[in-house]
């Protein structure tokens, strides 16, 4: 397996002990990344290990390690003996944060991997991998000085049993160790307390207990310690003083492990009902009754807090505390499901999927099949086959696409051996089904982009659904893309990855099709991965895809209508509310109108902060900048002209749901997008009700393109399949031709024939024509003799430096600057050279203005870097940083890259 080849990062303190027994002093060395993303502290430290934390200390372990004036978050990455620093200057790690390290050796290992792949700090890396709620912060913490602690450890400071009492039970004041008397006496001043305290009050029962108490829970938070004795902040302020107590810093979690306290009977049911028959209290009598009721056991926040205290003072009831897992889906009930029969085309794509997870070597395949080919199943039943084998499984879902009915196939195949990871979770449901995964308590993830990192430490196989999803590449740093995460993440397990769509992307086509070539012929880029086509091409039982009527809008206005719905969608409409089936209508943007313009002078409505327009939003008649959330109310007058003519131009969800109650009086539409399923829970409720067929109409963006199955959709609309296709993007076909066939692929998915109309003012571009014909080969040899004559991927490989500051000037200069560099450094390579004339070469355009020139009062510009050919584009893009590092600070240019970018804008 590669994970064992990698002995760096297997390396523990179990083989450094054989190194110590031929020494007799060894230093214990973690090499820790700390929690810092700067390019100056992107390495390795070393940190000696003290001896009672090496048996819990592991690579991926995460400590809190001193770090300057502060203490810091870092991840372990690797543990040796000895260090090049002098053993003086080593400082020790503090905490160890976890008993059971958050990250696998492997993910370690990947973090490495995705650091120089994305030009991203270690640290970014690792963060990504870990859920939010361990993304620890530093609080102050008390614990004993030393004197103090050897003054505990002597006769005279041992509490009597008489004075061993809780801090409740007797609260220390500064009337009752006489500090405020003495403060009086002596004058307040730090010196007169820290000389009293010291002469006088060491002796008293009441400090040596609050000693004791931090002696016994420390380190203290100093907000719990004030909690525990809200009387005695300046007897601690003179401990901390006269050194008897020393502040320090700890990590602590931003959300840990939630807990309920449980009341549970410590007596038989005999003895328990004899009991309650002498029972006067009546609020005991209430408690035992309900306790006897529940089988002796019960949350202490169901009873009554005085009656329980009573009782356990008695030896009745006992009180302690048990974890909680926060799952949200323990009010769910699952309908346990059976394989299904596999039809030919699906037996043999598990068929070969079974033999690669027997074989137990990393490989990877894209699943071409068409939507509604039972891609599914397939999935379902390779990841049984990996279960059988002791392998676990991941699963990755678009974010739109993880529907209820989604989790509802994997939980009815896979029971409580799933966990399931999105964005609609809360932070502690999130963190509670990661710790699942951690733990071995479950063998399936299923998740959106993050999921690829589930802490599993023997994978058998990975799954990507609608692999050509955007949503795949995040575009944050570090701006990994999930499916090469995955690739490499196999690679490391020697595990099978499949990528299924009904549309592959041109990237992952490209790369099967030259799956067949050992050389690659000449004038074609050689893909990054390997991938073996697998195709299900047909429906499951033969099932028609539906056919897809064009309509041009262009002609709906030459015969005078000018609603947004053509005639042919109109009637189309008018037969299923007739016949009482249901219709899906897709418009990819949201709000009421694109953008609100005055008529008499041309003044648009744009965003102060962003060169954009702001887009109106009807229902709370406000406008709205979606890029930086930026809100003003819409006005009724022109602020320019004063001109009363102020109109709404263009259409969104909204504006298309008002239209479809005048036009459909009593229609029932549910409207799905950004705007309405803000709220916990709110996507799961309006897809429930859509399939209870309480509504006729599910309108909106897309995600109610994807992951959709409802046997009574027969119509499938698109109000405006070119909203897209005219974007600065070079992938805008493809992602049309994508984004409709998608949406196609939800009608007549069952007994009922299906319907598509789609409305646009481009009907004679390839993509529309394709995707009316279901006709995706087509569709990719047009487009990739597109991608070949412009030399865009896959036929060579991008890298974006995008450059934003507040001043515009300033930031020209910079872009300028940066361009020359990146020239400087591939000419002095010999690769800077047109790509069309030979088969390694780097060309670099720009600068330019970004797309959106300006988002939240910065200016954006960038440089696009294309490379063909074996070259290491990383490190040529890692090397420009590092050039551009002084720019960045000392003028406060921020400097990104992106590689592989997925969006241009």
């Known amino acids: 397996m590669r994970l064992n080849d990698e002995l760096l990062f297997k390396q523990d303190f179990d083989q450094a002990a054989e190194v110590k027994d031929e020494a007799d002093e060894v230093t214990w060395i973690a090499r820790v990344i700390v929690d810092i993303p700067s390019k100056q502290t992107n390495r390795p430290f070393d940190y000696s290990v ?5 048996p819990w200390l592991e690579v991926g372990s995460r400590v809190g390690v001193p770090f300057g004036p502060r203490t810091v978050q870092g991840f372990v990455i690797g543990l040796t003996v000895g260090s090049d620093i002098p053993s003086a200057r080593l400082k020790a790690v503090q905490q160890v944060l976890d008993l059971v390290p958050p990250l696998p050796a492997d993910l370690v290992m990947l973090a490495e991997w995705m650091s120089h792949r994305y030009v991203c700090t270690h640290t970014a890396a690792l963060q990504v991998m870990i859920p939010s709620a361990l993304k620890g912060k530093s609080e102050k913490a008390l614990r004993l000085g030393e004197e103090a602690r050897a003054y505990l450890s002597s ?144 949350p202490l926040k169901d009873l009554n ?21 926060r799952d949200p889906y323990a009010d769910r009930r699952f309908k346990p499901s059976d394989p299904l029969p596999l039809m030919e085309e699906q037996q043999s794509v598990f068929n070969q999927l079974a033999l690669a997870l027997e074989e137990g070597k990393a490989r990877s395949f894209l ?17 049984e086959r990996s279960l059988k084998a002791g392998k676990e499984a991941i699963v990755l879902v678009p974010e739109i696409s993880l529907t209820p009915q989604m989790v509802e196939r994997f939980k009815g195949r896979f029971g409580s051996r799933v966990a399931v990871m999105h964005s609609r979770l809360s932070q502690g449901e999130r963190y509670d089904e990661w710790r699942k995964i951690r733990e071995g308590r479950v063998q399936v993830a299923i998740g959106a982009r993050s999921a690829v990192f589930a802490p599993f430490r023997h994978i058998g196989l990975i799954i990507i659904d609608e692999e050509h999803e955007t949503s795949y590449k995040q575009e944050e740093t570090p701006k990994y893309h999930a499916r090469d995460v995955a690739i490499e993440r196999a690679r490391l397990h020697d595990a099978v990855v499949v990528l299924g769509s009904a549309t592959p992307s041109m990237e992952s086509y490209y790369a099967a099709k030259m799956d067949r070539y050992d050389d690659i012929p000449q004038g074609l880029e050689r893909p990054r991965w390997k991938l073996a086509p697998l195709a299900m091409p047909t429906r499951v039982e033969g099932r028609e895809l539906p056919p897809v009527t064009i309509v041009d809008m262009r002609e709906q206005l030459k015969v005078g209508n000018r609603s947004m719905f053509s005639q042919q969608l109109e009637a189309a409409l008018e037969a299923r509310l007739e016949r009482e089936e249901q219709t899906v209508l897709l418009l990819n943007r949201r709000g009421y109108s694109t953008f609100v313009m005055c008529r008499t002078c ?29 809100t003003e109310r819409a006005p009724s007058v022109c602020p320019s002209c004063e001109s009363e003519h102020i109109r709404f131009f263009g259409t969104g969800t909204q504006r298309v749901e008002e239209q479809l109650a005048r036009r459909f009086p009593g229609i029932r539409v549910i409207r799905m997008d950004v705007d309405t399923t803000t709220e916990k829970g709110s996507h799961e409720r309006m897809l429930q009700q859509f399939r209870e067929r309480r509504a006729d109409v599910l309108l909106g963006t897309q995600m109610v393109a ?73 569709f990719a040899s047009d487009e990739l003799r597109h991608r070949r004559t412009q030399l865009v991927p896959p036929f060579c490989r991008l890298a974006l430096l995008t450059m934003t500051h507040e001043q515009l000037p300033l930031l020209v200069r910079a872009a300028e600057n940066a361009a020359i560099r990146i020239k400087e450094l591939a000419e002095r390579q010999g690769w800077l050279k047109p790509l069309h004339t030979t088969a390694k070469a780097v060309d670099v355009f720009g600068p330019v203005a ?17 490379c063909k050919g074996d070259i290491d584009l990383s490190a040529l893009m890692a090397e420009v940083l590092v050039t551009l590092e002084p720019m960045s600070r000392e003028q406060g240019v921020l400097f990104s890259v992106d590689i592989d970018p997925q969006m241009m804008m």
């Open 50 to 54: 003290p001896e009672s934390m090496r």
């Open 155 to 298: 006769t005279r400071s041992q509490l009597m049993d008489w004075e061993d009492e809780g801090p409740n039970e007797s609260i220390i004041s500064e009337e009752s160790m006489g500090i405020r008397d003495a403060g009086d006496q002596h004058g307040v001043g730090d010196q007169t307390l820290i000389g009293w305290l010291s002469q006088s009050m060491l002796d008293e029962p009441t400090v040596r207990r609050l000693l004791h108490y931090v002696k016994e829970h420390e380190p203290v938070v100093t907000d719990k310690l004030l909690q525990a004795y809200p009387y005695a902040a300046r007897a601690i302020k003179a401990s901390l003083l006269a050194g008897w107590l020393v502040e320090t810093e700890r990590i602590k979690d931003r959300i840990g492990v939630k807990k309920l306290k449980r009341v549970m009977l410590q007596v038989s049911s005999i003895e328990a009902e004899s009991f309650l028959a002498s029972l006067k209290a009546k609020r005991q009598r209430e408690t035992m009754e309900a306790l006897l009721l529940m089988d002796g056991e019960m």
């Open 305 to 325: 807090a005085a009656a329980v205290k009573a009782l356990a003072d008695k030896g009745i009831v006992a009180i302690d505390e048990v974890e909680v897992l």
């Open 367 to 383: 699943l071409h099949g068409v939507t509604g080919s039972g891609k599914t199943e397939v999935y379902l039943q390779a990841i």
């Open 602 to 630: 041309g003044y648009v409505a744009q965003c102060p902060e962003c060169d954009i327009s702001l887009t109106y939003h009807m229902k709370t008649e406000h406008m709205r900048c979606h890029y930086c959330g930026y």
């Open 706 to 778: 994807k992951g959709l199955d409802f046997p009574y959709v027969t119509l499938v609309g698109v109000i405006a399949a070119d909203s897209a296709l005219h974007m600065p993007d070079f992938r805008a076909a493809e992602k049309t031709f994508q984004l409709l066939t998608q949406v196609a692929g939800r009608a007549g998915r069952h007994h009922l024939p299906g319907e598509v109309v789609v409305q646009t003012y481009a009907p004679e571009h390839y993509s529309i024509i394709h995707a009316s014909q279901h006709d995706y080969s087509g």
């Open 850 to 866: 970004s797309p959106i020139p300006r988002i939240k009062n910065k200016y954006r510009f960038q440089c696009t870097v294309k």
